[in-house]
DNA sequence: CTGAAAGCGCTTACAG
DNA sequence: CTGAAAGCGCTTACAG
């Protein structure tokens, strides 16, 4: 099939081509008989904008783009990014906006595909996830000018708009709460270290646990996969110290380590209380069903997109704060046993 | 910043624009000296094709489609996409191709979006997902020539390229380790059933239990959601010629089925055999860990990408059959006991 | 080997 | 309200 052009609907409608774009984009400079006659047309045979000539005049690309740097087998893995991307398309699709995903290895990688994207005119803006402590995507946008939306805390934003809850609400919720069921040593199997909202997590919840005077605060960081939280767990049960109740950065890693609570002869709750971050139908389909921070990601995706889609519409940039995650009680979790604990007994 | 242009490094080079575009693309035209003066130029002041420009004189947009249809939150516990487009993504960007990626709601949407990016000239080609039985996409496709290739059987694919694995032999791998075992009274739970492949499945299904002369192949369709594979793990264990052995179209309703056994008093294996569909880690984070049909998705994905790739570039279009999934045993299953299944007390 | 020019399909001041 | 024309940044025959 052959694309038709303004041209044919020029030629069709007896009109120059001119007309027809501001008839087609619903500018002045048209009568409103025009107008109709050229919709009808562009409408039956099936005209749709070149986009690369429109780009050429300057227009927007209509497109953003995300870059996403974890390595293949986690994002398979990770419901968090494709619920975030559905919650994305939703908001764009809405506008005909489309969505460019690009996977790559290393942050500098990262950076070279912003530059190209922005110097081939690809994308009118990106979303940024995942940010780092002093991340230096953050200043190469910034020198370029390209339009960017953090999904993330605002820390470490630089002037880019960012769009994210407050974790450490969330992370004071799920302590208090197991601090109320009597627990008195929590630990935290973490995610990435260097993650500004890992950071976060990780500050709320040492403040937090010396606040109510609970046992000292251990996060053990780790790589988000399964494996990752399975050796975690592992160290923390056989630790001399061991905690009565452990709080994830994710599901994957909390479903990892009520199997090796199992494993090492631990019930839960039993013998030791288990919390998931973030809570995707995987934690009501083990047993127990997990306790779980639940927060609706999609949700965030949208508000995200749409933030973008204002930055690059060129408002004002404001960061937005969601709701923040919030617990769902489960099987998972319960009153410690009294002599529960190694280093109590 | 502004963007650089070639205008700008002919001016620097001292040449037309024309002699640098013959040098930046490695056409003839141009002397060995001032290509490499044009080269060291560009490098030096950053400089990226304009895609619109290049789109408008002919030139490929470098990107690929792929439009996703099932709801949103199928789509962040699936494991399955994400892992494609990871495949995916490993061989578009080492070819600097980009992967523009659309959720929507009915099959409509899907060819009009189809259309829409033709007509934009937005992408090169498109990756075809979830082929259904009489799948309008494919004439569609076939009468706008959009370069395609279809990740799923060639069965209903048209003209068009396909790649994918023989899941009839992976369900037969499947049927004869649970035979072999024992079992003469197995079900499946099965995905959507307008799909090609839930086809395929089905059919060699039906054909293996008849040829190994088991009880009737019990098939029920679900929509592959948890929920879904719970229920009729429910409808299975609670019918009247219970199945010693069920086999899932997916891993998500393999677990899910697994918390239903429990939940209904049957051990597993000692009492119901569960065999999943695609391993993502969630089949080892059980317990009992899962039997799975595993296969090497993001292989896939590479796999198709490549074909595209070749399609677009205007090869002669062959499809791909890739290795079928093939059977790892874990704890989920055994031999059945003697007096296992309601149809034999 | 090189330059000048047309053209891709739009948009948008600029004249009428 | 409308038409003729320039321009976006490239590519590519066409002359030299």
Redesign the interface.
């Known amino acids: ?1 052959k ?2 052009t303004i041209a044919d609907i020029a030629a069709r409608a007896g009109v120059s081509t001119g007309a027809v774009s501001y008839a087609l984009n619903g500018q002045p400079g048209v009568s409103e008989s025009t107008r109709r006659r050229v919709l009808a047309i562009a409408e039956e045979i ?11 005049s300057g227009a927007p ?1 209509n ?1 953003i783009g995300l870059v996403l740097r974890r390595p ?2 986690v ?5 968090f ?3 975030l ?3 994305v ?2 908001e764009l ?1 809405a506008r ?1 906006f ?7 290895r290393d942050p500098e990688s990262e950076i070279a595909v912003y ?2 994207w ?5 994308v009118d803006g990106v979303l940024v996830c995942d940010l780092r402590i002093d991340d230096p995507r953050v200043p190469a946008l910034e ?3 390209l339009a960017a939306v953090v999904v993330g805390p605002d820390e470490g934003a630089g002037t880019l708009a960012s769009a994210w809850s407050d974790d450490g609400a969330a992370v004071v919720e799920a302590v208090e709460y197991l601090a109320t069921l009597g627990h008195r040593s929590i630990a935290r199997v973490g995610g990435l270290p260097d993650l500004q909202h890992t950071g976060v997590r990780t500050a709320a919840f040492t403040d937090v646990c010396r606040r109510l005077g609970l046992a000292d605060p251990v996060t053990i960081p780790t790589d988000y ?2 494996e990752g939280g399975a050796h975690a767990t592992r160290r923390l049960i056989s630790s001399r110290k061991r905690p009565t109740a452990i709080l994830y950065d994710n599901d ?1 890693m909390a ?2 380590g ?2 090796v609570a ?1 494993e090492m002869g631990l019930a839960v709750p039993r013998d030791i209380s288990l919390v998931a971050w973030d809570d ?3 934690c ?4 127990p069903p997990m306790t779980a921070m639940s927060r609706d ?2 949700a965030y995706g949208a508000r995200a997109a749409r933030l973008l889609l204002d930055v690059i519409a060129g408002n004002p940039v404001v960061s937005i704060r969601d709701e923040p995650a919030h617990l769902i009680p489960r099987g998972s979790t319960g009153p410690p046993r009294p002599d529960a604990g190694a280093g109590r007994g």
Chains 1, 2 share one sequence.
Do not use: K, Y
Request: charged share 20%; glycine share 10%; no cysteine.
């Open positions: 099939m694309r038709p099936g005209w749709n904008p070149n986009r690369a000539a429109r780009a050429l690309t497109s293949a087998r994002l398979g893995v990770e419901p990014f494709m619920e991307i559905s919650g398309e939703a699709s005909s489309a969505l460019t995903l690009h996977v790559v530059r190209r922005w110097g081939e005119r690809r020198d370029l000018g996969t399964g994957i479903i990892a009520l199997a199992g995707s139908v995987l009501q389909l083990v047993r990601i999609s």
